[in-house]
């Protein structure tokens, strides 16, 4: 018995707070009707109203927000965030008034009303009721005789064996406010976040606004990348080959009368077509690592780590199909943090972690060395950076002096 | 000598088989896959065949699994295979048989003719042929094995890696026999190798210890 007590009492409790909190709250929730129909009116003063109207929305939105967030936490259900549609085509005044939630805000005002007086009313009966019974009866002779306290309603206290009554009421009024508060206080949460929550069209709608916008994102991150390739090949391998088709020409006019320049600039040319294959070697290693064509990014990984200087031990979960930008990146991100732990830092164990996080491609690479990286000393750290940023993705180095450096990145792949 | 050539970019068999042609060596089939290459060499029984590392239907890395099972089906037969960028865990499945007459090079070594003609010659012969790039990999990854060696012991561990004879080491570097005698025994005894004759199995032995994590041989 003592334990279902003392177990239920902090719902209890929770519930009495969250009405005595509602009932002002519903209070001020009865001037919502008035102003907003004021901030409407304003529309006639030169317009202003197209101004204040939105504002007054606003301010509804936060208010209502705040009663969902409160409702939220009552009933321990997640809450996420319902923001006002502010950017968006046409005027703002439009764009809320077309906007489902406002509307629902709007509804949401009358039940806020009609639920939150009632229950806050009850809820601030009971608790004051206890309270005054506690603190009045001992008090009983304090009232003037033509208006005596009175317990139960009908019973008027005149003496200290009246008085005795008072455990009585107590404990029915506090009865009626621990079976009545926490339900009245979670009906009255459920219906306001059932008032506001998002339909499934609303669900809908914000799944495609926050698709459409990563997808802005990859296509610019794309772009980004493409700008690099270009530039990579026309200052590379496009000027390399100018410069051998010049000799090349050259040597074929100065074939008869000059032989000995004809073979010198042949010989040039030859030595430039291997310079280019080599430096295009590079570039396509960068766009896309051959290895990770052939073998995928486990098999890429597996060679890349067996190969590295020292003992590495690569672990990954069931990563799935990832794009292809993102495997490169990794792999890209792998290579470089291992190439620097083996090439600086003097570690004798690395430990690679690959795990998908939510939407994201999580990477770890962890080393035993001596720490300390200073990504300003041309560490390779700064070009692994852009390579994620490209990907609109997240690097952290942590490198105390004396180690363990750790790099971890993430790198979101919404697929 | 005959060659049967796997590669399915038709402008560069052409052109293996431009430069074969004038160094009078034949070539008995020219294919584009993987099945054809083996039934080809079941049929003309070359002195070596040649083997690009993407292959139809799925260019990853075909080649190198043709190359493996041409060997299995002929152990004898020298494979040369060429590719467009090297990677040493090719060249380490391509070792494993333990057996000579094995080479590994970039595309780009073709143009260097009579280079290319030679290694082939050596790989048809029984030698392991490596390209530099692999050893160069090996080598600038592995700076805490090789760290003790002169500038000059560097030079002719590379050239041992890539599979050259003691004479070509020497005419390499212009160096006396003596000294490239003595080189190579300081090498192996600095590295705690055992001395291996100058065939493929010190192309092995010198491949395995740059590869491997461990210190010894």
């Known amino acids: 018995m003592t334990d279902a007590v003392l177990r239920t009492a902090p719902r209890v409790l929770g519930g009495a707070r969250y009405l005595l909190i509602t009932l002002p709250a519903a209070m001020v929730t009865l001037f919502a009707p008035p102003l907003l129909l004021a901030a409407t009116m304003t529309i006639t003063f030169a317009g202003a109203g197209f101004v204040v109207l939105p504002a007054a929305l606003g301010v509804l939105r936060s208010w209502a927000e705040w009663h969902r967030r409160r409702g939220s936490r009552l009933l321990d259900v997640p809450f996420e965030p319902r923001p006002l549609p502010v950017t968006g085509e046409g005027p703002r005044w439009r764009r809320y008034l077309r906007d489902r939630g406002v509307r629902r805000d709007l509804r949401w005002i009358f039940v806020a009303i009609g639920t939150g007086l009632p229950t806050g009313l009850l809820a601030l009966y009971v608790v004051g009721d206890v309270l005054f019974t506690c603190i009045a009866t001992p008090l009983w002779w304090v009232f003037p005789e033509a208006e005596p306290l009175r317990l139960l309603l009908v019973v008027p206290v005149t003496s200290w064996a009246a008085a005795l009554l008072a455990p009585v009421q107590v404990l029915l009024v506090g009865a009626l406010g621990w079976w009545a508060l926490p339900r009245l206080s979670r009906w009255h949460a459920r219906t306001c976040l059932a008032v506001l929550a998002p339909s499934p069209e609303d669900e809908m709608a914000r799944r495609v606004d926050v698709l459409t916008r990563s997808r802005a994102d990859a296509v610019d991150a794309h772009g980004a990348e493409l700008r690099r390739i270009e530039r990579d090949l026309h200052d590379g391998t496009q000027a390399r080959l100018v410069a051998i088709a010049m000799r090349l020409g050259v040597a074929r006019e100065s074939l008869t009368a000059d032989p000995e320049t004809a073979a010198m600039l042949l010989k040039q040319a030859h030595e430039g077509t291997e310079e280019a294959m080599t430096e295009l070697r590079a570039v396509i290693r960068t766009i896309y690592p051959p290895i990770l064509a052939d073998r995928g990014l486990l098999g890429a990984l597996t060679a890349l780590t067996t190969r590295a200087g020292v003992p590495v031990r690569l672990e990954t979960d069931d990563l799935g199909r990832l794009p292809a930008a993102v495997e490169a990146a990794a792999y890209f991100v792998v290579s470089e943090a291992v190439t620097n732990a083996t090439k600086h830092s003097g570690a004798t164990n690395v430990l690679v972690r690959l795990g998908k996080r939510d939407a994201s491609l999580a990477i770890t690479v962890t080393d035993d060395g001596m720490g300390g990286v200073d990504e300003s000393k041309g560490t390779g750290l700064v070009g692994l950076r852009g390579r994620v940023a490209a990907l609109d993705g997240t690097t952290d180095v942590s490198s105390p002096a004396g180690g363990p450096t750790v790099i971890s990145v993430e790198l979101p792949c919404r697929s | ?217």
């Open chain 2, 1 to 217: 000598m005959q060659v049967v050539i796997v590669e399915d970019n038709v402008l560069l068999s052409a052109g293996l088989e431009l430069i074969l042609d004038t160094r009078g060596i034949e070539v008995a089939a020219c294919v584009g896959d993987a099945p054809t290459f083996l039934a080809a060499v079941e049929e003309h029984r070359p002195d070596a065949a040649i083997v690009d590392v993407r292959l139809p239907p799925t260019f990853r890395d075909e080649g190198i699994k043709a190359a493996l099972q041409a060997r299995r089906n002929r152990p004898e037969l020298p494979v040369l295979v060429l590719s467009q960028y090297v990677e040493q865990d090719y060249a380490r499945e391509l070792l494993s048989d333990g057996r000579g007459g094995v080479g590994y090079l970039l595309k780009d070594r073709v143009s260097r003719v009579g280079e290319f003609v030679d290694a082939l010659e050596r790989v048809a012969a029984g030698a392991t042929v490596m390209d530099p790039e692999v050893v160069a990999q090996l080598l600038s990854r592995r700076d805490d094995l090789v760290g003790s060696l002169t500038p000059r012991e560097r030079e002719v561990l590379a050239l041992m890696a890539e599979g050259h004879d003691n004479s070509t080491i020497r005419s390499r570097l212009v160096v006396s026999d003596n000294a490239v005698h003595k080189h190579i025994g300081n090498i192996f005894a600095k590295l705690g190798l055992g001395q291996h004759d100058s065939g493929h199995r010190r192309v092995l032995a010198v491949l395995a210890y740059l590869g491997s994590g461990r210190t010894g041989g």
